[in-house]
């Protein structure tokens, strides 16, 4: 038994040096676009701003590649569960790649998916993915209007205000 072990951790050893040596030679760097302050800053004042045009006034949170929050704000007449709320949808359309809404649908009926049991996750509409050429690079989520739906109308405004710098 002692003897097998060794020798399959020693093969295990030598192809992972193997792979090791073959691969770094053609390794490259990874590289991505991601949001930067100015850009979730203009579409956090653009989806409250939209939202206030209607008569609501909600919070925005703008949240990057990795769910990091880049940006919070919250209308001074927003409830003060809004800007809790906003940041989970956000968290969630990026996690799930997904708008919030869609998520909420997915695991509608079923109390015991686990997606529900995780942090910051929270089955409502009102956050869009931030999406370049298929990779999702963040989300914004608005919440405070009356429906998920008035939400997400303000979020996809954000989005709209800097689509020309998403390309």
Same mark, same amino acid.
């Given at each position: 038994?002692?003897?097998t ?6 093969l295990?050893?030598a ?24 850009? @979730?800053t #203009?579409?956090? +004042?653009?989806? $409250?701003?939209?939202?206030? %045009?209607?008569?609501?006034? &909600? ?53 015991? @998916?686990? #997606?529900?049991? +995780?942090?910051? $996750?929270?089955?409502?509409? %009102?956050?869009?993915?931030? &999406? ?5 690079i ?5 919440s405070g ?23």
């Amino acid at each position: 038994m002692f003897k097998t072990a060794y020798r399959l951790a020693g093969l295990t050893l030598a192809s992972a040096l193997a792979c090791g040596a073959a691969t770094s030679a053609n390794a490259q760097l990874v590289t991505h676009k991601d949001l930067t302050l100015a850009m @979730a800053t #203009a579409m956090a +004042l653009t989806a $409250i701003e939209t939202c206030k %045009g209607q008569g609501y006034n &909600v919070s925005v949170n703008v949240v990057g590649r990795e769910g990091e929050v880049l940006v919070g704000l919250r209308n001074e007449l927003a409830g003060p569960v809004t800007m809790e709320n906003s940041m989970k949808k956000a968290y969630t359309a990026r996690t799930f790649r997904t708008p919030s809404g869609k998520f909420a649908e997915n695991v509608k009926g079923n109390p015991s @998916a686990g #997606a529900l049991f +995780l942090a910051n $996750i929270v089955p409502a509409q %009102g956050a869009l993915p931030i &999406v370049i050429d298929g990779d999702t690079i963040g989300a914004i989520g608005v919440s405070g209007a009356p429906g998920g739906d008035k939400d997400e109308v303000c979020a996809k405004a954000g989005i709209d205000k800097v689509s020309a710098d998403l390309k």
